[in-house]
C-alpha cells in the first residue's frame, strides 16, 4: 500500500470517527467510496473533500418512540442552559451599558451600546423565560409516558425553531452594535463591520441546516406517532 493510500484511509478513519452522530452514514459511505477509487490522487482528493461532513453537526435520527425520551431530556437541558453566544451577548450588556453615559463617548458610539444592550435584553429574558419554563428532566413525570412525552419533545422542537429566530435578532443587535460603538474612525468601523458579516454569512447556512435538521425530526416523530397510533 502506497503512502498516498495510507494517508487516504487515515482520514477517511477520522472523518468517520468525529462525524457526528447524525452524519455518521454519510461519513462512511465516503469512506467506502474513497476506498474503491484506484487512482491514489483521486482517492486523497475524495478523503480530503469528505471533511466537509466535520462540519455538518447532526443529531442521531430518533429510531423508535422508545428513544424518545432521551432525546426530549437532551433538548430541554441545551433549552435551560442556552446557547454559549447568548450569554456572551447577556454578560456584555452592562459594560456597554454605562458607555451610554459617558460624556467623551460620540452619539454613534452611544447608539452602538444601546443597540448592545437591547441584545442584552432580548438574551435575558429567552434564557430566563426558557429556565423557568421547562423543568430539570429528572424532575419532571412527562418523560414516564412516550405518548406524552413524544408530543411535548415536538412541540418544543416547533418552539425551537421560533425560539432560534429571536436568538440570532439577539446576536444580530450584539454584532451591530459592538460594530458602531468599536474604537476608532470610519475606517476602522467599516472594516470591523466588513469582518462581522463576512462571520454571518458563514453562519448563515449553518442557521438553516440546524433549521432543516428540526424540522427533519420533527417529520421523523410525525412518522412514529402515526405508526403507533395504527
Known sequence: MTLIRKLTLS???KVVR????????????????????????????????????LLDRREEPIGSLAEVPKAAQLLVERARIGPVAMWGALIQGPVYAWGIFLH?????????DAVVVLGALIAGIN???DRHRLKEPWRDDVYDD???????????????????????????????????????DLHFRLISGAA???????????????????????????????????
Open 127 to 129: 434564557l430566563l423565560i
Open 196 to 230: 462581522m458579516g463576512l462571520l454571518w454569512v458563514a453562519a448563515a447556512p449553518l442557521m438553516a441546516q440546524s433549521l432543516r435538521d428540526n424540522h427533519s425530526r420533527i417529520e421523523r416523530l410525525d412518522e412514529l406517532l402515526v405508526e403507533r397510533s395504527e
Open 18 to 53: 468525529w462525524a457526528s452522530p447524525g452524519c455518521k452514514e454519510w461519513a462512511q459511505g465516503l469512506a467506502r467510496e474513497a476506498a474503491v477509487i484506484e487512482s491514489d490522487w483521486a482517492a486523497l482528493r475524495w478523503a480530503l473533500g469528505s471533511t466537509r461532513v
Open 11 to 13: 482520514i477517511s478513519q
Open 104 to 112: 467623551h463617548r460620540s452619539w454613534s458610539s452611544r447608539a452602538g
Open 146 to 184: 412516550i405518548l406524552a412525552c413524544a408530543r411535548f419533545y415536538r412541540a418544543e422542537l416547533e418552539r425551537r425553531s421560533s425560539t432560534m429566530c429571536i436568538q440570532t435578532f439577539a446576536v444580530l443587535c450584539w454584532s451591530v452594535g459592538w460594530v458602531l460603538a468599536a474604537p476608532g
